[in-house]
């Protein structure tokens, strides 16, 4: 069967020439005749109209790869989602804290030795981030809404946020998880790191400091780990194409 790769990001861009030198036969989504079953390897940003018109062209027996929740696919089409490999969700949330972790040095007006910084959300990226941040010594606040998440992360030396006053935060939260009042408190020097996609943890026009989105990150950060990471889930979820 065909591979067929959106290349909106450099990670994909990769991940093709990974199959082609593996003697895979592979296409760029864009000018494929959708004459044949087809593997349809999506980016997180391809979504939309353009999707749904991609997913109406594909032959009965395609198999459609996305890491978010299954959508309605149309008939005969089989969805494998890369989310549902608990090794690829955890290599590619360590390269995504790896790469937060760079901006952050980057765009921060400051250093991070002893800073203090928030965390929306616990879930596999913010504690890879928390792991990575210890050698800094920071204070580490948490924004939670899970019992069990909040509970690990206390274990971990991270503290319940309470509204106290810092200069970074950094979204994993998929919905809104300050509300505008309390965003609006963070002073204008403050940084915000948004990881998630959209809506993202942050009411529109709440925040006043500096926001940097950067959705997707391991394509941008580590094109190449992340394709070899994608790689190694597509042999576990369809060893069959292989």
Known sequence: MRFVL???????????????????????????????????????????????????????????FAPWAQARLPNGLLWRDLGANEEYALENAYLTAEGALKLLIEHSDFSLRGAELLLLGYGRIASCLAALLRPFEPRLFVREKNEERLGLARERGLTPWEGQPVRLIVGTAPSPALSWNEAARFCCHSLFLELASPPGGLIEGSFFGKTLRAPGLPGKISPHSAAEALLRCLRALAPELF
């Open 6 to 64: 959106d290349l909106s990001d450099a990670r994909m861009q990769v991940l093709l020439g990974l199959l082609l030198r593996e003697g895979r036969e592979v296409s760029a989504l864009e000018g494929f005749d959708f004459g044949e079953p087809a593997a349809l390897l999506l980016s997180p940003a391809q979504r939309g109209e353009g999707l749904g018109a991609a997913l109406k062209r594909l032959r009965p027996g395609s198999m459609v």
